[in-house]
């Protein structure tokens, strides 16, 4: 079989810089040659599995997918399998000694290296391990392949410098790195310029964004200046740390329009003995204060949150409190984990680890509050006219004839009719709110105004013109200036 036949599937498990770094390798391996395989296919010539080492049952996750994976190689000569991600920077050596059918192990910070691995693999016929201990080039240098025509992810920054004692990031992605925001800019800009009307901002902490370049206001200035990208209507960045959530940033976010008003702000516990157990750098009262400032400042914004139940040694009156900050702070939505112990992180070994039933009564117990404030926060949206990004994948199956989705300026999911007109993902409608659940919206009646995007028009270009490399658009991005001086990676993992 020739190169240029040979097609590739990559599966992406945890946060959304996991998600980003999917699109680079799908980028990578489509500008070796590589083509996609379609999305129903089991019979891909090259799988990518890119793990996660922070979600919980990561390890069982993936070698429940490497033994499926096992007797479609052994039918199928020439097929590869590589392993990437954190799981990769974390188990090296191990994951071929567990499945030595693995043709490729690479790292978080040797993405750039896949091709040349699975070309070497299939050369050698042997397994290539490589994982970098360090950064060589920022990812987003790398060659992409959008999952979106109208959306986009731009990092910003990698790695982590906090030492949370649930979380392994820090020791598999590395100390923070920023960079240069004249190459984020100019990334962003391209995106721009290729249709793309929506761009999240991505780091482990985002907002902690500058500490490496010497300003701790460069968060602010830079939310400023995507306001003053002309074509760019919609800026979202995740996750901030509330230890680096200042009064600069929430000035950036209500003064400038193309930001969203929407935040997503980990919590984590709302009891300042766990906090100080967890090592998170800020106490209830600061907590709730950011919130208090954020609503003040934006009154219509929507705040989400991750919360961890049952970390070592919470106790009922802990727990409480947790219940306690999300009566007051009124999540518009709540990532909600049971806590599980992590190899590796200081958590696992700490005295006091919540029996699994106490556990799993309190996270019920929390998860039923949420979704009552969740559906009293979106009833309030009831009768208000809004404006909707038309979103690719995002229908309900049950009645995609009749109706579409997409997100509203705040990210709450939209259900709306389908118009009588044309309506494309990337376009943007106007709808009026009917009813409200806890997790989306419905606006039943019909639509009051359809505006055709650039992002319409790439989504047409894409699925409808001549293919661009498996059919989807494969953007090489600039790189402005030399790389910032080295530390590390970042996305989204439920650690915030």
């Known amino acids: 079989m020739s190169d240029a036949a040979r097609t590739y599937q990559v599966k992406t498990f945890g946060c959304q810089m996991n998600v980003h770094d999917s699109e680079r390798m799908a980028g990578l391996l489509e500008g070796a040659g590589y083509v996609r395989a379609p999305k129903d296919a089991d019979q891909a010539d090259v799988v990518v599995l890119n793990t996660c080492a922070v979600r919980e049952n990561a390890d069982n996750r993936l070698y429940g997918n490497l033994g499926q994976l096992a007797p479609k190689k052994a039918a199928r000569p ?11 920077q ?34 050698q016929d042997e397994a290539q391990v490589e994982i970098a201990e360090a950064l060589e080039a920022f990812p987003s240098t790398l060659p992409t392949r959008r999952e979106s025509a109208y959306a986009a992810w731009v990092a910003i920054s990698v790695g982590c410098n906090n030492t949370c004692t649930f979380c392994i990031v820090p020791a598999l992605r590395g100390k923070e790195k920023d960079r240069r ?25 985002v907002n902690a964004y500058g500490s490496d370049i010497g300003d701790r206001q460069a968060f602010g200035k830079l939310l400023r200046a995507c306001g003053e990208i002309e074509g760019l209507e919609r800026v979202r960045f995740t996750s901030p740390h509330p230890r680096d959530f200042t009064d600069d940033v929430i000035d950036a976010m209500a003064a400038t329009p193309n930001v969203m008003p929407q935040l997503h702000m980990p919590l984590q516990s709302g009891s300042d003995r766990v906090l ?71 958590a696992a070994t700490m005295d006091g680890q919540v029996p699994k039933a ?41 009645d995609a004839t009749r109706r579409l989705s997409g997100r509203a300026r705040d990210n709450r999911l939209v259900h709306f009719a389908r118009p009588a007109g044309a309506v494309r ?55 402005v200036g030399a790389p910032p001086p080295q530390p590390e990676p970042a996305g989204g993992c439920p650690a915030g």
């Open 276 to 346: 100080r157990a967890m090592r998170r750098s800020y106490r209830q009262d600061r907590y709730l204060g950011i919130i208090d400032r954020v609503r003040a400042a934006m009154p219509d914004a929507a705040i989400s949150t991750d919360i961890i139940v049952g970390f070592p040694g919470e106790t009922e009156e802990d727990f409480e409190q947790t219940l306690h900050v999300v009566r007051e702070a009124r999540f518009a939505q709540a990532f909600t984990f049971q806590y599980s112990k992590r190899p590796g992180t200081p």
């Open 358 to 398: 106490v556990v799993q009564e309190r996270y019920e117990r929390l998860v039923a509050l949420q979704e009552e404030i969740s559906w009293s926060e979106n009833r309030k949206q009831v009768g208000r006219t809004l404006e909707v990004l038309v979103a690719e994948g995002e229908g309900r199956k049950d």
């Open 425 to 479: 993902p990337g376009d943007v409608v106007t709808v009026e709110v009917t009813y409200a659940a806890p997790h989306h919206l419905l606006a039943e009646g019909p639509v009051r105004g359809v505006r055709p995007t650039r992002a319409g028009d790439a989504w047409e270009r894409r699925t409808a013109g001549p293919p661009q490399q498996g059919g989807r658009v494969m953007l090489p991005l600039p790189t």
């Open 90 to 123: 974390k188990d090296r050596d191990t994951i071929v000694k567990k499945a030595p059918w693995v043709d490729v192990v690479f790292g978080t910070h040797n993405v750039g290296s896949l091709p040349v691995l699975l070309e070497r693999a299939r050369i």
């Open 181 to 205: 925001p004249g190459d984020i800019l100019a990334e962003a800009e391209a995106l721009v310029a290729d249709g793309v009307i929506e761009i999240t901002l991505l780091g482990q902490n």
């Open 78 to 88: 020439g097929m590869q399998i590589a392993v990437g991600g954190c799981l990769a």
